[in-house]
T-cell receptor, first 111, second 114 residues
Framework: GENVEQHPSTLSVQEGDSAVIKCTYS??????FPWYKQELGKGPQLIIDIRSNVGEKKDQRIAVTLNKTAKHFSLHITETQPEDSAVYFCAASPTAGKLIFGQGTTLQVKP | GAGVSQSPSNKVTEKGKDVELRCDPISGHTALYWYRQRLGQGLEFLIYFQGNSAPDKSGLPSDRFSAERTGESVSTLTIQRTQQEDSAVYLC????????????FGPGTRLLVL
């Protein structure tokens, strides 16, 4: 079955710097790749997603890139702010309705 | 509009007891999902519903776990004869349809089995 690996597990950056989180997946049938942000005690919230027919998508300070040949995708956050501090999860969808999540990255943005 | 709601928000139970967890999806969403999140871990897929049927139950850990959905709305996840390893946050999500659609998550039910 699908397996998603996420790195790093923790990431600490200074406010204003960029943060990059990387994920790899194993099932070439996966065609949908969302990223979620989870704050303490809350459910995950979608921040951006990308489908397999595009290589890059951007939304203000957040961007995602997808390399289907290499089976990896990355989240880029620019001009980080303290409120970006949270746990971030990548996911891949190998079949309809199923998301396989990475183990999460705890991002700390220091003021 | 209202998001996904789950109840109870917290549940403490004794080993061997049965528990029922409830999910109310966003109105009009035909797909509903259950995930389990152990402390400090990622989310594990359990089951998803399209309408009232469950095309994919592959993530249910054992036959102690079951779920149903009625009226293309509310869903209940039941854990029978709970074990300490069942302690986790159980998250429900819903989406308009099941294919390549944003899943909106509820706040979760925190289950502690003593």
């Amino acid at each position: 079955g699908e397996n998603v690996e996420q790195h790093p597990s923790t990431l600490s950056v200074q406010e204003g710097d960029s943060a990059v989180i990387k994920c790899t997946y194993s099932d070439s049938a996966s065609n949908y790749f969302p990223w979620y942000k989870q704050e303490l005690g809350k459910g995950p919230q979608l921040i951006i997603d990308i489908r397999s027919n595009v290589g890059e998508k951007k939304d203000q300070r957040i961007a995602v890139t997808l390399n289907k040949t290499a089976k990896h995708f990355s989240l880029h956050i620019t001009e980080t702010q303290p409120e970006d501090s949270a746990v971030y999860f990548c996911a891949a969808s190998p079949t309809a309705g199923k998301l396989i999540f990475g183990q999460g990255t705890t991002l700390q943005v220091k003021p | 509009g209202a998001g996904v709601s789950q109840s109870p928000s917290n549940k403490v139970t004794e080993k061997g007891k049965d528990v029922e967890l409830r999910c109310d999806p966003i109105s009009g969403h035909t797909a509903l999902y259950w995930y389990r999140q152990r402390l400090g871990q990622g989310l594990e897929f359990l089951i998803y519903f399209q309408g009232n049927s469950a095309p994919d139950k592959s993530g249910l850990p054992s036959d102690r776990f079951s779920a149903e959905r009625t009226g293309e709305s509310v869903s209940t996840l039941t854990i029978q004869r709970t074990q300490q390893e069942d302690s986790a946050v159980y998250l429900c999500a819903s989406s308009l349809v099941a294919i390549q659609e944003t899943q909106y998550f509820g706040p979760g039910t925190r289950l502690l089995v003593l």
